[in-house]
Structure formats: structure tokens, C-alpha cells
């Protein structure tokens, strides 16, 4: 009884690592994301267009949007790739 305690007490904590990883690989690609979003108002500032206004409502707007449609391609990505192979000539 105990040795089977033990054994799940093991997976459980190699899937609680697994998930820590997966969970740290996903939030820096998000932190990511959000510094190029916010990089982004700068961008057209000062190459594109000087009377782009900048703000912290600009800045929080791209932010959004970007973080947005990063999690709307993470979360879709599985399903895209599955539907792809479906459809790939062998």
C-alpha cells in the first residue's frame, strides 16, 4: 500500500514539473509578444508616421490586441495542424 502511494506520489509530481515547463515555455513567449506589441506605436512614430499618437492607451491597445491574437493562434495551432494533416497528399 505505501509503495503505490509513493509511485503515484512520483507521476504526480513528474506531470506538475511537465506542466511548470509547458506553463513557463507559454509565459515567456506571451512576455514576448507583449514587448513587441508595445515596441510596435513606436515603430510607426517615428518611421512611419510622426503625428501617430503616442499614449499609454495607445500602448495598452496594441498590447491587447497583440496578446489577443497570440493566445487566439496558441490555442488554435493544435486544431489548424490536425486539420492540415488530414488534408496533406501522402
Given at each position: 500500500m505505501i509503495?503505490?502511494?509513493?509511485?503515484?506520489l512520483i507521476l504526480?509530481?513528474?506531470v506538475f514539473i511537465i506542466l511548470i515547463l509547458k506553463a513557463i515555455n507559454f509565459a515567456k513567449k506571451l512576455?514576448?509578444?507583449?514587448?513587441?506589441s508595445c515596441l510596435f506605436?513606436?515603430?510607426v512614430h517615428?518611421?512611419?508616421d510622426k503625428t501617430f499618437n503616442l499614449g499609454f492607451d495607445v500602448?495598452?491597445?496594441y498590447l491587447a490586441i497583440g496578446c489577443?491574437?497570440?493566445?487566439i493562434y496558441y490555442f488554435l495551432k493544435p486544431v489548424l495542424n490536425t486539420i492540415f494533416k488530414l488534408f496533406e497528399k501522402k
Open positions: 509503495i503505490q502511494n509513493e509511485i503515484i504526480i509530481f513528474i512576455i514576448l509578444v507583449s514587448v513587441i506605436p513606436l515603430f517615428y518611421f512611419i500602448y495598452l491597445h489577443g491574437l497570440f493566445l
